[in-house]
């Protein structure tokens, strides 16, 4: 049977995009962008600082890296801890080793949870975003609207009392996002989020309260995504990393400044058998010229005064 005609007959149906939450565009047509002292390279480390309920519901999904076993899950329960309490202290030390300016996502609900930790993190001063209130409340499609509202409130309220910060950015947990999420991030004072990773550099994102500027956080890089998901070893991972910086400055030379984002979660790389990981692909990245580190309020401030 052939398709009804008005199959491909809907809203927005346009050259490049079936939407207009943003211009659409080639990566190469777009103004080039210099990072400061004639740098190519921004590096963008996010570091994941998650909970994830003993309890989770899972609605409307199985949360990824949460519990897997039946209720108490304390094996994963247990672990994710771990890197809250041992293996976020492996990073910093590896940070500073490597003159790395890293931005830390938090969920809410940590930041509630461990005292001891916002105090190490208000000292250093490094840029914190939301992200959201836990791994197990989850922004999705059908959510009803009111409620996804409260907990955007909720976990931002939150975490700017207990930071100190503004809080300009957001990561979703999982990455998961309702049709309203955007609109309702933009009304909370949300400059930038993290979820759409359909591109190296940054764009402008349009909400009914306003605009947004998607700042996308490759999945395809994530420490829990090869390691974890694609069951790749560490060692790959950290190949793919160099390959990805090498190939991105290269990249910058011809057309413009790139950003090289990691997202990083201590309970993984924090891990006395991966730790080294993480600080053979930090020393490869900073050995390279033309590197800056900064964090992600920083590399879209830079961003955005060119555009």
């Not at 921004?42 to 897997?68: C, I």
């Not at 190490?120 to 914190?128: A, D, Q, S, T, W």
């Not at 605009?211 to 069951?231: C, H, K, R, W, Y």
Request: hydrophobic share 35%.
């Amino acid at each position: 049977m052939s398709l009804d005609k008005t199959y491909l007959e809907y809203p927005e149906r346009s050259y490049g995009m079936d939407h207009d939450r943003y211009d659409w565009s080639m990566l190469t047509d777009r103004k080039p962008v210099e990072w400061p002292n004639g740098n190519k390279l921004a590096l963008w480390v996010n570091v994941g600082l998650q909970f994830f309920p003993l309890n989770q519901q899972g609605k409307p999904f199985k949360v990824p890296g949460g519990m897997t076993m039946p209720y108490p899950d304390l094996r994963h329960y247990s672990l994710r801890d771990y890197g809250n309490r041992v293996g976020i202290y492996r990073f910093l030390k590896a940070f500073d080793r490597f003159n790395i300016t890293p931005t830390f996502a938090l969920n809410s609900r940590l930041a509630e949870r461990t005292p001891y930790l916002m105090d190490v993190l208000k000292e250093r001063g490094n840029e914190i975003l939301c992200h959201g209130e836990h791994m197990d409340a989850l922004h999705y499609g059908g959510q009803d609207k009111a409620e996804e509202a409260a907990q955007i409130e909720r976990a931002l309220e939150s975490l700017r009392t207990l930071s100190g910060q503004n809080v300009r950015g957001w990561i979703s947990p999982a990455k998961s996002e309702s049709a309203s999420t955007p609109d309702l991030l933009a009304a909370n004072g949300i400059e930038y989020f993290c979820d759409w990773v359909n591109d190296d550099m940054p764009y402008q994102f349009r909400t009914e309260n306003g605009e947004l500027t998607a700042m996308p956080l490759s999945t395809e890089l994530e420490d829990f995504f090869v390691i974890q998901n694609n069951g790749h070893s560490e060692d790959s991972w950290v190949e793919q990393v160099c390959d990805a910086c090498d190939f991105l400055l290269n990249e910058a030379k011809k057309q413009g400044g790139r950003i090289l984002a990691l997202n990083i979660h201590p309970w993984l790389l924090g891990q006395p058998h991966r730790i080294a990981r993480l600080e053979r692909a930090l020393d490869y990245i900073t050995s390279q010229d033309g590197v800056w580190s900064a964090g992600a309020g920083e590399i879209l401030d830079c961003w955005k005064g060119q555009q």
